[in-house]
């Protein structure tokens, strides 16, 4: 399944909670498991697919046992998660194993080539 996401103007919001601002941001929660390439053969994609969807499933039950909700998913073009949070959430996101890192709602996925090497440009 592909889904097709168009980032709402405004991802950053600022609400107050107990007197105080609370700035949450649209943020990918960008994972480790290759996304499906085009270039693989029918078995290949299943087991690909497989893994990516046992990631994003484990992924998203740490997400809810923190109280963050997820918003979207993507899997062929990458492998991601759509979250709301803080930045603190985001700091502890991005320690968890299994997460290269988080990017802003706003910018597009970048593509991937194959399984080419990820760098700090490609997230």
Same mark, same amino acid.
């Given at each position: 399944?592909?889904?097709?996401? $168009?980032?709402?103007?405004?991802? %950053?919001? !600022?609400?107050? $909670?107990?007197?105080?601002? +609370?700035?949450?941001?649209?943020?990918?929660? +960008?994972?480790?498991?290759? %996304?499906?390439? $085009?270039? /693989?053969?029918?078995? #290949? @994609?299943?087991?690909?697919?497989?893994? $990516?969807?046992?990631?994003?499933? #484990?992924?998203?039950?740490?997400?809810?046992? %923190?109280?963050? #909700?997820?918003?979207?998913? @993507?899997?062929? @073009?990458?492998?991601?998660? /759509?979250?709301?949070?803080?930045?603190?959430? %985001?700091?502890?996101?991005?320690?968890?194993?299994?997460?290269?890192?988080?990017? *802003?709602? !706003?910018?597009?996925? *970048?593509?991937?080539?194959?399984?080419? *090497?990820?760098?700090?440009?490609?997230?």
């Amino acid at each position: 399944m592909v889904l097709n996401i $168009v980032p709402s103007p405004a991802s %950053a919001t !600022e609400e107050k $909670v107990g007197g105080k601002a +609370d700035c949450t941001r649209e943020m990918w929660v +960008d994972l480790t498991e290759p %996304a499906t390439s $085009v270039n /693989l053969d029918s078995g #290949e @994609v299943a087991r690909r697919n497989e893994r $990516v969807t046992a990631q994003q499933d #484990e992924i998203a039950g740490r997400l809810r046992a %923190a109280g963050i #909700e997820e918003l979207a998913r @993507v899997t062929h @073009v990458r492998n991601a998660i /759509l979250v709301r949070i803080t930045p603190g959430q %985001a700091e502890t996101i991005s320690m968890w194993p299994g997460v290269v890192g988080l990017r *802003p709602a !706003e910018r597009l996925h *970048p593509p991937i080539i194959d399984d080419a *090497p990820r760098s700090p440009d490609t997230r």
